[in-house]
């Protein structure tokens, strides 16, 4: 249950030089050094046992610009106070890469389709691989497990420091989770990956660079959690706890200082009340106070800080403390500057694309642009991938909608399969996707496991409109009033309200499954609205029928049972269920008490996390809860299609991506701390 540590003690070597004693190494030309114990990286005493280097370091030669940039960090200290004694050690795709420049992204909205961007600075203890197989080392240099997944233990790198130069050590990891995440007065609900079958673990640190995650029972999977996570489980206490009144009894006093009403506020302006990452910092959402601050925005791990933040976007600069560095002693990141603007339209996104005002993209954008993005790719100097994705556009029902007739029938699963039933998917693949996709059923697994029998892909995907109505039939659904239209079998008429984001779905596969409903006499109107809207809306219990993508690898299932329980999904997501959630969520004093099987698929869910990885018992649980998904009908599949990814051809390192995916965090696979500009 092991994993190695591998490296300790090294000793650095500094240089202003461009280049170091270590050979250029790179993943297409390894120049016969040996692979690591992990792919595409070392730890430096392995990478310089591997390649009979002593290694030389040497920092962007505007890291002190860059510094001074960053409101209230200090004046930067040479690059061997900076790094950690025991660098990760990256290996660059295809070159050692050049300082400078500035990567420009395009997002949605302050907090809506930036996880894309996000992903291109973001880190956590563990990632996986590229090849979407192999977690590996990020910020912890190593890991272990005992032999029962009860107790998990995480060796971070000596010397390793926040974004401001104070030391990062076990202590923010406990301050994270004992002192925000199971802190209801910071976050009211806890999230269930912090929790193990409902239960709290418990964090120690025998010492700065050891913490002990104690389970109360076994949940192998809290390790493919973190490496597929934007929630970071470490927050800088040197920062935060000073405004916390648990750590620090001045906490409400210091915060009257600075215009706010206690600590917990100042914590709320710097972290936000949920695990999100990206939530806006003091210079967006207390731009009156910003300035009364030690600093506008928290310390980071991550590549890049936030310097300016408005209602039109972001712009961040290179930590100059970040703790990787290339196969020659070069600290990264290699791009010195990002610029996030938002752009909310989707017309508008793809214009900008075209004429090559971004450097990368993937989010929001769906199979129906790519053949526009790629009539221009020559003209515009960018390169296209098309991608498989793991999650698929998919409907759901409100099953506990405010109107009592329409949760009736919404709540039926006979409705729900004459729904599936009326799609025409083959006319949504060919329409939207141009032929490219796979008529699909949501079976909560993609891709499917080897314990998922294929022909669950397929229940309830063909187009069979007089089944949809025999099944409509059953339900009480009758045209009462000859217009063509079903009321419901209370009488009163319905009309479906499809409220849809791009974001999370196309208008091509919205417009054809409301026109394949309509064939069926269910009547329905369409509008685009923003991802905050539709969210909004969604959180509210308002939404008719929900529409997102949704389709999660077992890498995810094994870390969280929020796919399995009510609302079952993020905020950001698709959800059903909002009254059932409330009344597991107070113990059946508020809400809509849900169905036996929704309370067996949480108990299901708990003893499949709790098996152990490959093992018929978990096999079984997994096949289980795959079964009674589909056979429920809850979400409702579409077509499972390619999706495109835009870079533009300047920068470098970009690699062939594996997949078009939310679910192992976009870019974070893919390294993008090496990647740079050419010219």
């Excluded at 972290?271 to 003091?282: H, I, K, L």
């Excluded at 693949?429 to 294929?454: C, H, K, M, R, W």
């Excluded at 056979?631 to 409702?636: A, H, K, T």
């Amino acid at each position: 249950m092991k994993r190695a540590i591998v490296g300790a003690g090294a000793i650095l070597l500094f240089s202003t030089a461009a280049h170091a004693n270590c050979p250029a190494i790179t993943v297409d030309d390894m120049k016969d050094v040996a692979v690591g114990e992990f792919p595409q990286q070392y730890e430096l005493v392995e990478f310089e046992t591997a390649a009979d280097c002593k290694m030389e370091f040497s920092a962007n030669p505007e890291a002190e610009t860059l510094n001074s940039e960053l409101k209230g960090n200090p004046p930067l200290p040479g690059l061997a106070e900076r790094i950690p004694s025991e660098p990760l050690v990256v290996v660059p795709y295809k070159q050692v890469g050049k300082y400078g420049g500035t990567l420009s992204a395009l997002s949605n909205a302050t907090e809506a389709g930036t996880s894309d961007f996000l992903s291109i600075r973001h880190v956590n203890l563990v990632r996986y691989a590229d090849d979407l197989a192999t977690i590996v080392p990020n910020v912890a240099k190593g890991w272990e497990w005992n032999d029962d997944y009860t107790k998990l233990t995480f060796f971070l790198r000596d010397g390793h420091k926040w974004s401001d130069g104070e030391p990062f050590t076990s202590a923010d990891i406990k301050f994270w989770y004992d002192n925000l995440a199971l802190d209801p007065k910071i976050i009211e609900k806890p999230q269930d990956y912090v929790l193990v079958a409902s239960e709290r673990m418990t964090v120690d640190t025998p010492d700065d660079t050891t913490v002990v995650f104690n389970l109360p029972s076994p949940k192998p999977g809290l390790l493919a959690h973190f490496a597929t996570s934007y929630a970071q489980p470490f927050q800088p206490k040197h920062f935060l706890g000073k405004y916390h009144p648990d750590i620090n009894p001045d906490a409400d006093e210091l915060a009257q200082e600075a215009g706010f009403e206690n600590g917990l506020e100042v914590v709320a302006a710097y972290y936000g009340n949920s695990d999100w990452t990206d939530t806006p910092t003091p210079m967006l959402s207390q731009s009156d106070k910003v300035g009364n601050l030690p600093a506008p925005t928290l310390p980071t791990l991550e590549s890049h800080v936030y310097v300016s933040e408005t209602t039109k976007g972001r712009k961040l600069v290179a930590n100059p403390y970040f703790f990787m560095v290339d196969t020659t002693g070069q600290q990264l990141p290699y791009i010195s500057r990002q610029d996030e603007l938002y752009v909310d339209d989707d017309e508008d996104r793809i214009q900008k694309l075209v004429d090559g005002e971004a450097d990368y993209k993937s989010q929001s954008l769906n199979l129906p642009s790519a053949l526009l993005l790629m009539e221009n790719r020559d003209k515009g100097d960018f390169t296209i991938q098309l991608k498989p994705t793991i999650a698929s556009p998919t409907f759901a029902f409100n099953v506990t909608s405010e109107d009592e007739g329409k949760r009736q029938v919404f709540g039926d699963v006979r409705f729900r399969r004459a729904m599936s039933l009326a799609m025409d998917r083959e006319e949504i693949n060919q329409t939207a996707y141009f032929g490219e996709g796979e008529p699909i059923q949501y079976t909560g697994f993609s891709p499917l496991p080897d314990f998922v029998p294929e022909e669950l892909r397929k229940a309830y995907v063909e187009h069979d409109p007089e089944a949809a109505k025999n099944l409509l039939d059953e339900v009480g659904m009758k045209d009462t009033d000859g217009d063509g239209f079903r009321e419901l079998p209370n009488g009163e008429k319905i009309t479906l309200n499809l409220q849809f984001a791009t974001q999370g779905i196309p208008s091509e596969v919205v417009e054809l499954v409301a026109r394949n409903w309509s064939d069926v006499g269910i009547l329905s109107t369409v509008k685009e609205v923003t991802p905050d809207e539709y969210r909004s809306a969604q959180s509210s219990n308002q939404l008719d029928v929900g529409m997102w993508r949704k389709g999660q690898p077992l890498a995810v299932h094994l870390g969280t049972n929020n796919y399995w329980i009510p609302p079952f999904d993020s905020y950001f997501d698709l959800r059903t269920g909002m009254l059932w959630a409330e009344w597991l969520d107070s113990d059946g004093a508020n809400g809509v008490e849900p169905p036996e099987w929704v309370k067996q698929m949480g108990m299901d869910v708990d003893a499949f996390q709790a098996a152990s990885p490959g093992s018929p018992e978990q096999a079984e649980y997994g096949r289980k809860l795959a079964e009674t998904i589909v056979d429920q009908m809850l979400f409702i599949g579409t077509v499972q299609a390619p999706a495109p990814i835009y870079h533009r051809n300047a920068l470098k390192n970009v690699p062939d991506f594996k997949t078009w995916s939310n679910e192992y965090y976009r870019t974070f696979p893919y390294r993008p701390a090496q990647w740079f500009f050419s010219g």
